[in-house]
């Protein structure tokens, strides 16, 4: 028995050895230990959202000459991570001119949805070639600020939808976890 | 019953198809560090800190665990992993599925479409598999030819 147990340990051992050294020579690996702040709320982040000025969203001029400045921030990946807001903040830059996207189905999105947001299903978007996401996509600011929502709860696609937009060289999308249910029972602006 | 499945032909068989799903659920996932942990934080379910050291050592360790199986080495310690492994991922999938999470699996392929119905394939797919690692693991081990291997193993 005990020499199952040593088996047993030798077996995990290895794994352990492999994979970190798997994931150092990856050049797409991972941190070892994850940032709580990638999904979760991070306040001094936010603060620092809250203040940047809103260009507008629709405001292409600038996209020419795009050249993902910010490169400090960005992962290892090369994008920016899209960033949890607050229902709070999600109104504060509501006010401010903010492209606000739904990611639910057309049928979700025909029933309610955030006043002036545009829809991009999440499972529609995803399954499009490359240049069509850019296609979608051009007509909007790269350094807009953009809100992905979709229902609340435990609804995953304003995550992969917001992944999916950074990765296109959008510089500034944030995901609003709380979603249009949280958003109408607070009374802000819906439509229809 | 019991002769049947601790026949050797069928305990061989079951392992090394195990060893093979074992392997060919790790092998799109040994360098894809990122989207791995990304599926296992769908789950919600492990702690933040653990979600990236899971993401890099679980799929080396069923890589292993796989190629221990098919080649016969370490039977019982590899299977006893196998079912822990099992064991965990039933527990994952279970509470999902209990939490209503609309979550795509990532047990294969990390690029699976998400549906509930998914889910509940894979919690009965684990539930043959456990079965499988079960007999493996309980008639698997062929005391007479096994001795001398383990002692190989040990002292190299």
Sequence with gaps: ?192 | MKEFLSNKYVVVTLRVLLGLIFIYSSIGKLFNQADFAKAILRYDFLPIYFVNLLAIVLPWLEFIVGLLLIAGIYKKASAFLAGASLVMFLIALISAAVRGLDISCGCFSLEESSSKGDIIFRIIQDFFMLAAVIIVYKFGDDKKEEAPEISTGITN
């Design chain 1, 1 to 192: 028995m005990a020499k199952i147990y040593k088996q047993i340990l030798i077996i995990i051992a290895v794994s352990i050895v492999l994979g970190l050294t798997a994931n150092a020579i990856n050049p797409y690996g991972v941190k070892i230990i994850l940032d709580k702040n990638i999904y979760a709320l991070d306040t001094a982040k936010q603060k620092k959202t809250l203040n940047d000025f809103v260009n507008d969203p629709y405001d292409t001029t600038s996209n020419k000459n795009h050249n993902n400045v910010l490169k400090g921030q960005m992962n290892r990946e090369g994008f920016i991570e899209p960033e949890n807001i607050t229902v709070e903040l999600a109104k504060n830059v509501f006010d401010r001119n903010a492209l606000f996207i739904d990611a639910r189905t057309k049928e979700e999105f025909d029933s309610l949805h955030v006043k002036g947001a545009i829809n991009l299903p999440y499972e529609e978007f995803r399954n499009k070639p490359y240049y069509q996401k850019i296609e979608t996509m051009k007509k909007y600011n790269k350094d807009g600020l953009i809100v992905v929502y979709c229902n609340g709860d435990k609804c995953e696609v304003s995550i992969d939808l917001a992944y999916e937009i950074a990765k296109l060289g959008f510089t500034s999308v944030n995901i609003y976890r709380g979603g249009i249910k949280e958003w109408s029972s607070k009374g802000f602006p819906t439509e229809p």
